[in-house]
């Protein structure tokens, strides 16, 4: 048996997917407001001086870049272990609520001060919201295996997670905490430190790992429910893994960074057909994808507007929502 | 050893019982097909078979071990299920979805070996699908894709296979096709149990059918035995043409029983 034909051989889709993280890796540690020269940077690094160069490479750039590789990871791969457990092309990491909810126990921590009192306190209330969120859609879709429930599920925490945010923006007294609450939401990578780093780093590293162990029951899922339950997969524990890796990955990630909207959505959508619409090695590919495309969203939002930051969620909802769009009109061509 | 023994199977949805005191045994080498009206629980049995329904009462064994004691995984091994529905939910091609039936062979990080890629070839080429193994599965026909999910199913080579209506949909020739595929693989020592609505392909190809109306057992055994007029008038409501070809019974629907007088008497062109 010859092995299988692809529009691109998948190491080779790999090495250049890889490439295309570090390059976008290298251009956010060396671009913004205050240009730094590569060689000047290396010089300071070696010989220990703590020149301007090396304080914003460490403390703002380097965190910065590997947010952003994290976060990108992350929606990048839950989208495609979404996509392919729901077997539905137009799902995303927001759909089971853990977004919603991740933003409201972060909002929490706003309305009561919380974040003002300790800075952690921000990403700690998004965990923990993600968590519960996650937690309900978990016993509201019950023992059922229907895809159908758990989107629905998911639904109902999402809108009832919106209604109370928007509940806290609307109760705010102070409209300057408000405006805060509103710029967090739409999700940035700036002003971010190691603190960041190393609190979401674990969860992420772990829900990553747990997403990986389901990708072979997602190939199982390609003939249906039925025929992958009979080859031995157990599709209540491939939905709590699931549940699980998006809760502990995407609810760290959107605990630091605020809601990036699209990333889920169409990192798996451009690669799928590259990897053969196998989704198993669609998880690690919209891993590395996710990874690109938010490192490189984060430099373009740099660039754009150097003087008054763009919000990274804002440019990636911007490109995101067209290619829905076009998304659902290929659909219904599909279909007709 | 039998490789699936049922007893006293009963099986209800709700208050409405499907399933009442079945007791079945299926031999190595031999295809067993399930006939019987619309709902009167062809799918039922053969999802409890597969371990994809739990019974309320009696037992399944496979390989003379209650199914719930034997392990999903090593069960998936052994048992291959080909659902109705033929579901196919992403464009892959016909290769890679035929090897997706090595699934339950490999572990959750292994990639397919040597053995898993001669497998999917043999499942191919006894399916005859191999000179159009490299092309996506969303431009093939009716047929093909048939014959692929069949592919798949074999391609685990298991000891027993359940095919729930794996011609419905399908033209006279490929019927044939995909009956003689399971034919073969019977007649290999494997257990085929197929469920089906084609009265004379059940006839001709199965070694031993079993007919279920009212949740019971209305009649089992050799095509002749089970396929008379008065089980045909009584389980499934019909007058059917009966003759008799080269290769088994033709059975011809005709009429429903209160239709009045439709001849059903004549004789097939060639007899």
Same mark, same amino acid.
């Given at each position: ?27 956010? $540690?060396? /671009? ?8 000047? $940077? $290396? ?27 994290? /976060?990108?990871?992350? $929606? ?261 | ?226 396929? %008379? ?27 429903? %029983? ?14």
């Amino acid at each position: 048996m010859r092995k299988e034909q692809y529009l691109i051989r998948i190491p080779i889709l790999f090495f250049v997917l890889a490439i295309a993280v570090i390059v976008a890796f290298l251009a956010s $540690l060396l /671009v913004g407001p205050a240009s730094i020269n590569p060689f000047e $940077l $290396l010089r300071a690094i070696f010989s220990g001086e703590a020149v301007t160069a090396s304080l914003i490479f460490f403390e703002i750039r380097l965190p910065r870049a590997i947010l952003g590789l994290m /976060v990108g990871a992350t $929606l990048g791969l839950t989208g495609a272990a979404l996509q392919g457990y729901l077997r539905n092309p137009l799902a995303e990491p927001g759909i089971i609520g853990v977004s919603a909810s991740a933003s409201l126990g972060a909002v929490i921590a706003f309305y009561f001060g919380l974040a003002g009192l300790f800075a952690l306190a921000l990403p700690l209330g998004g965990m923990l919201g993600a968590g519960l969120g996650v937690l309900v859609v978990h016993l509201l879709a019950g023992r059922s295996n229907s895809p159908l429930t758990f989107i629905l599920a998911g639904v109902a925490v999402t809108s009832f997670a919106a209604a109370l945010t928007s509940l806290a923006l609307n109760m705010a007294e102070n409209p300057f905490a408000a405006l805060e609450i509103m710029f967090w939401l739409m999700g940035s990578l700036a002003d971010r430190s190691f603190e960041h780093v190393w609190l979401s780093a674990p969860f992420i590293f772990l829900g990553c790992l747990v997403l990986m162990t389901i990708a072979r029951p997602l190939d199982a899922l390609t003939l249906g429910e039925d025929a992958a339950q009979t080859m031995g997969f157990n599709l209540g524990k491939v939905r709590r893994r699931l549940i699980f890796g998006t809760a502990l990955s995407v609810g760290a990630a959107t605990s630091v960074a605020g809601a990036i909207g699209f990333v889920g959505l169409v990192v798996p959508h451009l690669l799928r057909r590259l990897t053969g619409n196998r989704p198993s090695r669609l998880l690690p590919a919209s891993a590395f994808g996710g990874a690109a495309l938010t490192l490189t969203a984060d430099v373009a939002v740099r660039l754009l507007s150097p003087g008054r930051e763009l919000k990274i969620g804002v440019l990636t909802a911007l490109i995101g929502a067209p290619f829905f769009l076009y998304l659902v009109l290929r659909q219904r061509k599909e279909l007709s | 050893m039998t490789p699936v023994s049922i007893r006293s199977l009963s099986k209800s949805f709700g208050q409405r019982k499907v399933l009442e005191e079945i007791t079945l045994n299926i031999s190595n080498g031999e295809i067993v097909g399930l006939i019987g009206p619309n709902g009167s629980g062809k799918t039922t049995l053969l999802r409890c078979i597969a371990g994809l329904l739990d019974p309320d009462k009696g037992d399944i064994y496979i390989d003379g071990r209650p199914r719930h004691q034997v392990d999903p995984e090593i069960l998936a091994r052994s048992l291959s299920y080909l659902p109705q529905s033929g579901e196919i939910h992403w464009d892959v091609t016909v290769q890679a979805l035929v090897a997706l039936g090595r699934l339950p062979h490999q572990g959750r990080w292994r990639a397919l070996t040597d053995v898993d890629r001669q497998a999917v070839t043999r499942a191919m080429e006894a399916c005859d699908i191999l000179e159009f193994r490299h092309r996506p599965v969303e431009q093939l026909s009716g047929g093909e894709r048939s014959r692929v999910l069949l592919a798949r199913a074999m391609a685990g080579e298991p000891d027993v296979l359940l095919a729930d209506e794996p011609i419905s949909g399908l033209d006279p020739g490929h019927a044939i096709d995909v009956m003689d595929r399971l034919s073969h693989l019977a007649h290999s020592g494997k257990s085929v149990v197929v469920v089906m609505h084609d009265l004379t392909l059940a006839a001709r190809y199965c070694d031993r059918l079993v007919l279920l109306h009212d949740t019971v057992i209305a009649a089992e055994g050799a095509a002749k035995d089970v396929l %008379t007029a008065d089980n045909l008038a009584r389980c499934y409501g019909i007058r059917a043409f009966h003759g008799l070809a080269e290769k088994g019974l033709v059975i011809v629907p005709i009429a429903r %029983t209160n239709q009045g007088d439709v001849p059903v008497s004549g004789k097939p062109d060639g007899l």
